[in-house]
């Protein structure tokens, strides 16, 4: 999710701590320049004196005989920020109206004319995207690979993040609720302090062991992936992470923990742990239901590549199995008739697609006529001939 600022209204001066305020404003940069002591503090942005600029007044404790100064001190301050160009401001508005722990996202882009190319900004919130999702699975069980595993669950945290503006593809910040996405923050932080160290072993030794004993830490494919998309077309990167000022720490980290950097010279490094764990993947037994989407043969008789869309048993949304004819004909009626079929067999990565192989079993699954029809709907979208609902891209010379 989003936010854009120039959306936003000040929040009520009733519900801002302002030892919270101070403490996000320091956080941003902010410096404080004075004030009366026992009444309030004054702050003005990196760089700015106060005299020709934003210039905020932030009370420092409510008062039965300062109560109408203190609110109206802290109202005219927030509105002051909320007027204020400063991006910083932005940053700090967000925090007060939607308390939660942060996550920054750095880059070091080559300048062309104080101008980034035009792709940096969709490539800075892919990664940090990826990233958030990695460690939303991470979350649930470690893994070298997730591919579609807890993804629903990862989508579901997602929504709850809020995304301040971006506009030189240099920085992003994401605003993670607290408590509720701490465990999330926490999962991330490991992880990338392991991949950290992992990627320092192995430059230093050329031996992968770190990586994979990084897995019970958090890092994943993904993870890495995502730090690759991160720091290529850099100089440099970092991720740093800080809590709900209104909140402790978690148990085992810093207050203001250290960010974490990358540089172009640990690509290689983040690749092959990348390749690595596609490469160690373990193959689980399964028994999936699921409904069948694709079919695809190149002759009129023998067997056939099917795809299901993943009902139970397993945490994947698709999978692909290669049938013999017998069973890839049970496939083809089950998707005439709108059911859904139970294939049991080993399910491994291959080539980057989720696969069944050595199916043992392909039987149609009954279901009631309600469902067969919610069923077919779902399967056939509308479309008008069986070629359609295969999908042209995936039928072989000979058809289905």
């Known amino acids: 999710m989003s936010w854009s600022t120039d959306e936003l209204t000040p929040p009520d001066p009733e519900r801002v701590d302002t030892a919270v305020f101070t403490a996000l404003l320091a956080r941003h940069g902010w410096e404080r320049r004075g004030g009366a002591p026992g009444r309030y503090t004054r702050w003005t942005p990196p760089g700015e004196t106060g005299k020709n600029g934003t210039s905020l007044l932030i009370p420092e404790k409510r008062g039965s005989a300062a109560y109408a100064d203190y609110a109206d001190l802290l109202g005219e301050a927030l509105t002051a920020?909320?007027?204020?160009?400063?991006?910083?401001?932005?940053?700090?508005?967000?925090?007060?109206?939607?308390?939660?722990?942060?996550?920054?996202?750095?880059?070091?882009?080559?300048?062309?004319?104080?101008?980034?190319?035009?792709?940096?900004?969709?490539?800075?919130?892919?990664?940090?995207?990826?990233?958030?999702?990695?460690?939303?699975?991470?979350?649930?069980?470690?893994?070298?690979?997730?591919?579609?595993?807890?993804?629903?669950?990862?989508?579901?945290?997602?929504?709850?993040?809020?995304?301040?503006?971006?506009?030189?593809?240099?920085?992003?910040?994401?605003?993670?609720?607290?408590?509720?996405?701490?465990?999330?923050?926490?999962?991330?932080?490991?992880?990338?302090?392991?991949?950290?160290?992992?990627?320092?072993?192995?430059?230093?030794?050329?031996?992968?062991?770190?990586?994979?004993?990084?897995?019970?830490?958090?890092?994943?494919?993904?993870?890495?992936?995502?730090?690759?998309?991160?720091?290529?077309?850099?100089?440099?990167?970092?991720?740093?992470?800080?809590?709900?000022?209104?909140?402790?720490?978690?148990?085992?980290?810093?207050?203001?923990?250290?960010?974490?950097?990358?540089?172009?010279?640990?690509?290689?490094?983040?690749?092959?742990?990348?390749?690595?764990?596609?490469?160690?993947?373990?193959?689980?037994?399964?028994?999936?239901?699921?409904?069948?989407?694709?079919?695809?043969?190149?002759?009129?008789?023998?067997?056939?590549?099917?795809?299901?869309?993943v009902l139970a048993g397993a945490d994947v949304r698709r999978v692909r199995v290669r049938l013999d004819e017998a069973a890839y004909r049970i496939a083809v009626h089950a998707h005439l008739v709108g059911l859904p079929v139970r294939v049991t067999g080993c399910l491994e990565s291959v080539s980057g697609f989720r696969t069944i192989v050595e199916p043992t079993a392909v039987v149609p699954v009954h279901v009631d006529e309600v469902e067969r029809d919610r069923l077919l709907k779902s399967l056939h979208g509308g479309v008008d001939t069986f070629e359609d609902a295969c999908g042209s891209d995936e039928i072989g010379p000979s058809g289905c």
């Open 81 to 309: 920020l909320a007027r204020s160009a400063t991006p910083s401001a932005r940053e700090v508005l967000i925090a007060l109206t939607f308390p939660g722990d942060e996550i920054r996202w750095r880059r070091d882009i080559p300048l062309v004319a104080e101008a980034v190319p035009w792709t940096a900004d969709a490539q800075l919130r892919s990664a940090a995207r990826t990233m958030l999702m990695a460690a939303a699975r991470a979350e649930r069980g470690t893994a070298g690979y997730f591919g579609e595993r807890h993804a629903r669950h990862a989508s579901a945290f997602l929504e709850q993040v809020l995304v301040g503006p971006s506009p030189s593809g240099h920085v992003l910040t994401a605003f993670v609720p607290a408590p509720d996405g701490r465990g999330v923050m926490v999962t991330l932080l490991r992880a990338l302090q392991a991949t950290r160290d992992a990627v320092d072993y192995q430059r230093a030794t050329g031996r992968m062991e770190a990586f994979r004993a990084a897995v019970g830490l958090g890092v994943c494919h993904e993870l890495t992936d995502a730090l690759v998309h991160l720091v290529r077309g850099t100089e440099g990167a970092e991720v740093s992470l800080a809590w709900l000022p209104a909140t402790s720490p978690p148990a085992g980290f810093a207050a203001r923990p250290e960010p974490i950097e990358f540089s172009p010279g640990d690509l290689p490094a983040l690749k092959a742990a990348g390749d690595l764990y596609l490469r160690d993947e373990p193959s689980v037994q399964v028994h999936i239901t699921g409904t069948v989407v694709r079919l695809r043969r190149n002759r009129p008789s023998g067997g056939g590549t099917v795809r299901l869309r």
